[in-house]
């Protein structure tokens, strides 16, 4: 045997030695990226939530001026809502077409639903709003100009209904 070279054992320790510090530095490593995935994941929850809630206040708030200017356009002094919401797509009392919404939106918090549809005493449509029973992040009073939300326990209880005083 040489003086300077390992044997087959010494050399086979060695790499066992090192396969084993590379798992030690691979888990150490897993358990670091799973750590700031826990402290991030959160946040990004919060932020997707807080996205879908803004989405839903803009859209919301595009049907409630739809609503009150297709209330507004009536021809004659009778000012009439929507016989439904698929009239803000086109208005057939024109001679010319007029559209108040270029599609119906889908409700941001929960697409698969369709949307609640606020109804008045006629059976006109009045506003909408989601039937999501999620609670809002924003649990204040919002004032989107053209209608006022109050305080809301769920998504379900903010009624897009434009201000149209009557």
Do not use: C
């Amino acid at each position: 045997m040489r003086a300077g070279k390992p044997s087959h054992a010494q050399g086979s320790r060695a790499r066992t030695a090192q396969r084993g510090f590379t798992f030690v530095w691979v888990l150490m490593t897993v358990a670091i990226f799973a750590l700031g995935l826990a402290v991030i994941g959160p946040r990004w929850s919060d932020d997707a939530r807080r996205d879908k809630e803004r989405e839903l206040l803009k859209i919301g708030a595009m049907y409630a001026k739809a609503i009150a200017a297709y209330r507004a356009a009536s021809p004659g002094s009778v000012k009439n809502y929507p016989p439904k919401l698929e009239s803000l797509l086109s208005d057939e009392r024109m001679v010319s077409m007029t559209r108040y919404l270029r599609k119906l939106y889908a409700d941001p918090v929960d697409p698969s639903r369709p949307w609640g549809v606020v109804l008045g005493p006629d059976g006109t449509v009045r506003g909408v709003y989601s039937l999501a029973d999620a609670a809002p992040l924003n649990n204040e009073a919002i004032d989107l100009g053209v209608l006022a939300l109050p305080p809301a326990q769920r998504y379900s209880d903010w009624k897009f209904v434009p201000k149209i005083p009557e």
